[in-house]
Structures are given as C-alpha cells and as structure tokens.
T-cell receptor
Framework: GQQLNQSPQSMFIQEGEDVSMNCTSS?????WLWYKQDPGEGPVLLIA?????ELTSNGRLTAQFGITRKDSFLNISASIPSDVGIYFC????????????????FGQGTILTVHP | NAGVTQTPKFQVLKTGQSMTLQCAQD?????MSWYRQDPGMGLRLIHY???????DQGEVPNGYNVSRSTTEDFPLRLLSAAPSQTSVYFC?????????FGPGTRLTVL
C-alpha cells in the first residue's frame, strides 16, 4: 500500500525555537492533513491542505502542500511547552472514479519535546 | 455535540475471546473509519464506511469485522482476539476530507 515517510522521528528543542518536519510519499495525494496527538488522546486536526503549492497558516503553525503532490511540511514557530506531543502527517489518496473520503494514510509521527 | 465517542476506554481480553468496540458520532457524518495505532507505525486503516450499509476494507482488515446499520454507529468486532491485536484503536468520522477522531480504546490481548 501507499506509505508516507515522516521525518524526523523525534525532536528535542528549547522553548522559543522553531520546528520543521516533513512528509514524503512515492504516490500522489490530493489532500494533506497535519494532526497533533496528546498522550492518551485521539489526533486533533491542525491544518488541512487541498491544492498543490498551497501554503496555509494556523497561528504559529504553517504548512505547505508540495507542488509535486508527493510531499508536505509543517513549521512551528516560537515553540512553547504545550507544543509537546506527536505530530502526524496524513494523506488522502486519489482514486479514479471514486471517493477516497474516510481513507487516510498516516506517517509514522514526529515526537516533539520542548524544554522550558 | 459530543463529537466522536468510543467505548470502552480500556479493555483486557484473553486470546480467543470476542468483543465489540463501540463508536458513535452525532455530527451526521457519512464517512466513518477505524484505525489502529502501534508504536512507531502511525495509524493504519482497518475498515471504513462511506455510508449506512456500505463498508470496505482498509490496509489491515484481517481479524476484524464491521457493519454500519445507522449513520451514527460503526462498531468494530474482534471475533477471536489474538495478542497481535493489542493496540490502541481509534474511530474517526468526516463529512468530506477532514476526519475527526475519537479518544481511543486501549486493548490488551493476553
């Protein structure tokens, strides 16, 4: 099946630093989503990207949909302790003649630790 | 709205036992999905549904059954639990591309 490679696997940063993580795929996706998961909780949607080349911000978060439709990155600026968690990219595949809603392919996750 | 709810939150089974993980949503979403989460592997799709009465397999469907008799409910059944099914299970729903997740069920099979 389709796979997403997410990197880095983990990051240890100081409060105030900027963070960057990315996902790449061998297949084309028509939607990229970025989620954050806190311990013991389900993933929460942060940003959704729908068009190749799209750059979208949500507060201190910025994400881009790669122009090849095979990659995406997420940046977090001026990190704070509550940014700690696992960040996942997810792609919605393209199927000819049918909907792909309800089917997401996830990256392995980036574990973010922020030291005060 | 309660969003996506899952029960139970924790469950311990013995090998060979059966059980049903419950999932419900009150957002009138057409699309519902079940994922499992294992360390270092992200979330993997088990089964999904595009509407009441319609289900299909995802990436890792073996050992799991689903049905969708109503828009609101999408239960996941384990007919004969195996230790390899020890995992955290998440249900999700969506109207279109943006999926919303429940809080998860942590299942241990001994």
């Amino acid at each position: 099946g389709q796979q997403l490679n997410q990197s880095p696997q983990s990051m240890f940063i100081q409060e105030g630093e900027d963070v960057s993580m990315n996902c790449t795929s061998s297949s084309i996706f028509n939607t990229w989503l970025w989620y954050k998961q806190d311990p013991g909780e389900g993933p929460v949607l942060l940003i959704a990207l729908y068009k190749a080349g799209e750059l979208t911000s949500n507060g201190r978060l910025t994400a881009q949909f790669g122009i090849t439709r095979k990659d995406s990155f997420l940046n977090i600026s001026a990190s704070i302790p509550s940014d700690v968690g696992i960040y996942f990219c997810a792609g919605q595949p393209t199927f000819a003649g049918g909907t792909s809603y309800g089917k997401l392919t996830f990256g392995q996750g980036t574990i973010l630790t922020v030291h005060p | 709205n309660a969003g996506v709810t899952q029960t139970p939150k924790f469950q311990v089974l013995k090998t060979g036992q059966s059980m049903t993980l419950q999932c419900a949503q009150d957002m009138n979403h057409e699309y519902m999905s079940w994922y499992r989460q294992d360390p270092g592997m992200g979330l993997r799709l088990i089964h999904y549904s595009v509407g009441a009465g319609i289900t299909d397999q995802g990436e890792v469907p073996n050992g799991y059954n689903v049905s969708r008799s109503t828009t609101e409910d999408f239960p996941l059944r384990l007919l004969s639990a195996a230790p390899s099914q020890t995992s955290v299970y998440f249900c999700a729903s969506s109207r279109d591309k943006e999926q919303f997740f429940g809080p998860g069920t942590r299942l241990t099979v001994l």
